[in-house]
T-cell receptor
């Protein structure tokens, strides 16, 4: 069974540029999460989807971040414009409904210069 | 004060040692308690989870939860160099509309051959 797929794995951009991350969850998992992980820190939730619905986006900085999950499968997280402080690893995870076991992708490492 | 506290380490032990990793938390509403392992440049991987208080064993790993003290532990017996990674505790509370899943900062473990 394929795991959670994320692309790109690495991205380097200059500040004020836009950037987008893509996630393909495990087949059949209807709950999808985007996390931000800074160096030496644990993952912090940005947004949680149940199917197509964003049920928890309270920690998403909506002035520059946006996300979508079309047809309840793949998801895209976008930052526009990027700031220096956005440099981090962006992790996508999925789970069968709301369970304690989340399956993580390898993450996208973003560097903003 | 963070809801979940975890000593960041690093923790260095010789091969074969028993390792004890710990987290404390402040909110008694947490009901599920998880331990993830994260290798460098990889996403977290769930090791085990427990519900409420008690012990759970899986091979060389034992998870303990003491809700009265708001304290959870992960023990690794006969530690191996391949156990060298960052260990993240996590805990969850609430139903669909109020669900929260919080990670600790992670403890870096190095097992020396």
């Amino acid at each position: 069974e394929a795991g959670v797929v994320q692309s790109p794995r690495y991205k380097i951009i200059e500040k004020k540029q836009p950037v987008a991350f893509w996630c393909n969850p495990i087949s059949g998992h209807n709950t999808l999460y985007w996390y931000l992980q800074n160096l030496g820190q644990g993952p912090e939730l940005l947004i949680r989807y149940e199917n197509e619905e964003a049920v928890d986006d309270s920690q998403l900085p909506k002035d520059r971040f946006s996300a979508e999950r079309l047809k309840g499968v793949d998801s895209t997280l976008k930052i526009q414009p990027a700031e220096l402080g956005d440099s981090a690893v962006y992790l996508c995870a999925s789970s069968l409904q709301l369970t304690e076991e989340q399956f993580f992708g390898p993450g996208t490492r973003l560097t903003v210069l | 004060q963070k809801e979940v506290e975890q000593d960041p380490g690093p923790l260095s032990v010789p091969e074969g040692a028993i390792v004890s990793l710990n987290c404390t938390y402040s909110n008694s509403a947490f009901q599920y308690f998880m331990w993830y392992r994260q290798y460098s440049r990889k996403g977290p991987e769930l090791l085990m989870y427990t519900y409420s208080s008690g012990n759970k064993e899986d091979g060389r790993f034992t998870a303990q939860v003491d809700k009265s003290s708001k304290y959870i532990s992960l023990f690794i017996r006969d530690s191996q160099p391949s156990d060298s990674a960052t260990y993240l505790c996590a805990m969850s509370k609430g139903g669909s509309g109020t669900y929260k899943y919080i990670f600790g900062t992670g403890t870096r473990l190095k097992v020396l051959a």
